[in-house]
Structure formats: structure tokens, C-alpha cells
């Protein structure tokens, strides 16, 4: 059974930082693609980073371009996400997703961790 487990969020006040970690198990993680998507209030999902199987390539949305960065550790089927200079609206739920393909770039997933939440508030 593929399980995803998001941690690591929680509350933080703007400027600061947060790491994210997903612990994957269930399948061969080094095989596939790893991202990071969210989900701000009353809105809809968003892209943010994906990272390909083996580490060598990394993708970032336009809006965490900078302040974020993804990385992986194969040996601990474990993906992070380091937050940095958070702002109010990087708050929402982060939710880690296996990507269909050993590449990232396609934003095709088909499994998700249950997400972790992020505020971002003074």
C-alpha cells in the first residue's frame, strides 16, 4: 500500500521558515518523480515544486521561486521541501504527491499524502 506522510508544517510568523518532510513507503521511491502541491483557503490546488527520481532536476512555480526549495533522500524515501521568507500568502495545506513518471515536469500524480498546513501569520 503507497503511503504518503506529510510533517512539519505549523505556524509561523512572516519572514521565517519552515521544512516540510514526506515519508513515502509502499512503493520503490527512487523510481519515480516526487512534488509538492497546495491548497490556499478557498482556493483551488496549486503547483509549487517537483523534483525528478533521482535528485538532478528541480522545478519551481513562479511564486515560491527563491524562498523554497525541494530535495529528496533516496536512502530514506523521505521529501523535503525547505520554506524560506514565508509570506501570509504562502499559507495552506502542502500536500506531497508521487509523481506518474520517474521525470517531474508532467504534474500527473496518482497518489497524495493526507497534507500538512502551513500559516503563515503574525
Known amino acids: 500500500e503507497v503511503q504518503l506522510v506529510e510533517s512539519g508544517g505549523g505556524l509561523v510568523q512572516p519572514g521565517g521558515s519552515l521544512r516540510l518532510s514526506c515519508a513515502a513507503s509502499?512503493?520503490?521511491?527512487?523510481?519515480?518523480?516526487m512534488s509538492w502541491v497546495r491548497q490556499a483557503p478557498g482556493k483551488g490546488l496549486e503547483w509549487v515544486s517537483a523534483i525528478h527520481w533521482d535528485g538532478s532536476s528541480t522545478y519551481y512555480a513562479e511564486s515560491i521561486k527563491g524562498r523554497f526549495t525541494i530535495s529528496r533522500d533516496n536512502a530514506k524515501n523521505t521529501l523535503y521541501l525547505q520554506m524560506n521568507s514565508l509570506l501570509s500568502e504562502d499559507t495552506a495545506v502542502y500536500y506531497c504527491?508521487?509523481?506518474?513518471?520517474?521525470?517531474?515536469?508532467?504534474?500527473?500524480?496518482?497518489?497524495w499524502g493526507q497534507g500538512t498546513q502551513v500559516t503563515v501569520s503574525s
Open positions: 504527491a508521487k509523481d506518474l513518471y520517474a521525470s517531474g515536469g508532467y504534474n500527473e500524480y496518482d497518489y
Open positions: 509502499g512503493f520503490t521511491f527512487d523510481d519515480y518523480a
